[in-house]
């Protein structure tokens, strides 16, 4: 793997957890919804094998998107695992039969739903695990001691390396940390939804990684004016340009844009490798209101 040739280098999370910056997030290998198989399996074991050849060596996903689906192309695709891929999971939400995402938060919900990713995934144990605590796109007040502990212990039987969140506020980071190290935060932030911004650089003080997703059919920072007329100026996609924004945000934010076209990953890498100037990072950061 060429690693250092992606834009935006590395991040250490942990001292055996090192992983690209540029990721690939793969939710969208699921079928429409994120629910049943795709329409072309062949497609989305090529992507997965393209993001290996470039590099890439952050992949998340959860046992969920399908619900399994995705993790069995993942294995399909690139199990034996290179040495210095890195899979970070979620749990802690289930797909009801009209595709829903109903909490699992019970202790067996997620014992069963780690064994459920290992045996997918093909894995004796989990690099990351990410506890899902809200909705879609934003927190849900109140304590996650309980799951959380139940995690712990998963770890502490070597199911689970590394634990961290997904959807979550400040208060229930520092309830987690009081129990476990969490070493990456996973929540809804782009160009134009900014309420994170004093989290990312708490995080970022502590060497914690912050991950920004974006999620469907939630507002798209591609929608914004200001985004595309910056990218008309610097012959760019305006998600080249949102990414390439992420990038320089601070040095704790990984990517994980994802596709399910293998040209479309290639577009993303090439322009999350976009350099941003002051005045253009100026303007981009006063989108958000």
Known sequence: MVARALPGGTFTMAEDLTVTRMGYGAMQLAGPGVFGPPKDRDAAVAVLREAAERGITHIDTADFYGPHITNQIIKEALHRYPDELRIVTKVGARRDAQGGWPHAR??????????????????????????????????EP??????????????????IR???????????????????????????????????????DSLAAQGI??????PLGGFSPLQSDELGSVATRLDATPMAVALAWLLQRSPNILL??????????????????LTLSEDELTELTSIAP
Do not use: M, W
């Not at 844009?257 to 890498?269: C, E, F, M, Q, Y």
């Open 106 to 139: 019970s202790p067996q919900e997620l014992r069963q739903a780690v064994h459920d990713n290992l045996k997918n995934l093909g894995l004796d144990a989990l690099h990351v695990v990410n506890l899902r605590v809200g909705g879609l796109d934003s927190p």
């Open 142 to 159: 109140g304590s996650i001691a309980e799951p959380f502990t139940a995690l712990t212990q998963l770890q502490q039987e070597g199911l």
């Open 162 to 200: 590394h634990l961290g969140l997904s959807t979550v506020n400040a208060e229930q980071i520092t309830e987690a940390q009081s129990i476990a190290p969490v070493v990456c935060v996973q929540n809804y932030y782009n160009i134009a939804n900014r309420a994170d911004d004093s989290l990312i």
């Open 209 to 214: 990684a912050y991950v920004p997703y974006f």
């Open 256 to 273: 994980i844009p994802g596709t399910s076209s293998v040209a479309h990953l290639r577009d993303n890498v090439t322009g999350a490798a």
